[in-house]
């Protein structure tokens, strides 16, 4: 079945860490760029970081530079989010993406989503 | 960076009508626009992208148009399953970014 899982979610305090992955089935996870986004609860998308398809290229949102990490692990047909230094303005809805074949940052695959709340 | 400004934020319809929801950049660009449609408690759907092309699987009632500044989503004939919030997302260079997105409700 071709699926993108995440996991890692949690109540974290401020200040804290949490690593979300995001497993890959049923595709060559290898061929697609992979991108985080997040939805805050009754907000619209947000665009967090890109990881291209042999991890070597990324980028990150201005708000999560420096505090966010994402990196792949083809082996595993995984995509890692480390995110450190949380505030509450990061409690969202985290969904994973892939993007499509032919090199478009656009998104075709998403995951259901792993909640990460940030909350003394 | 390029913003994306969508209108309606909300947007009330019959099952038949025709409607529109359009997405306005900040700075101009060509065929760098995809539409989403988002149902609650689901991820996002990607509905099309680019000139118009349309996502294996999604109705031909859906179609895409614009360039420039201004774009626009069209559902031809609405239907019962089309009440969603849908977004745009420009795909022109990092930063990407999502207009706020439409909600679609049954009038």
């Known amino acids: 079945q071709v699926q993108l899982v995440e996991s890692g979610g949690g109540l974290v305090t401020p200040g804290g860490s949490l690593r979300l992955s995001c497993v890959a089935s049923g595709f060559t996870f290898s061929d697609h760029y992979m991108i985080w986004i997040r939805q805050a609860p009754g907000k619209g998308l947000e665009w967090v970081t890109y990881i291209d398809d042999s991890g070597t290229t990324i980028f990150y949102a201005d708000p999560v530079m420096g505090r966010f990490a994402i990196f792949r692990d083809n082996a595993k047909n995984s995509s890692y989010l480390q995110m450190s230094s949380l505030t509450a303005e990061d409690t969202a809805l985290y969904y994973c993406?892939?993007?499509?074949?032919?090199?478009?940052?656009?998104?075709?695959?998403w995951g259901q989503g792993t909640m990460v709340i940030v909350s003394s | 960076d390029i913003q994306l400004t969508q209108s309606p934020s909300f947007l009330s319809a019959s099952v038949g009508d025709r409607v529109t929801i359009s997405c306005r950049a900040s700075?101009?660009?060509?065929?760098?626009l995809a539409w989403y449609q988002q149902k609650p408690g689901k991820a996002p759907k990607l509905l099309i992208y680019?000139?118009?092309t349309l996502q294996p699987g999604v109705s031909s009632r859906f179609s895409g148009s614009g360039s420039g500044t201004e774009f626009t989503l069209t559902i031809s004939s609405l239907q019962p399953d089309d009440y969603a919030t849908y977004f745009c997302?420009?795909?022109?260079?990092?930063?990407?970014?999502f207009g706020q997105g439409t909600k679609l409700e049954i009038k």
């Open positions: 993406a892939r993007s499509l074949l032919n090199g478009d940052d656009v998104f075709d695959l």
């Open positions: 997302q420009h795909f022109t260079t990092y930063p990407l970014a």
């Open positions: 680019g000139e118009s």
């Open positions: 700075q101009g660009f060509a065929r760098y």
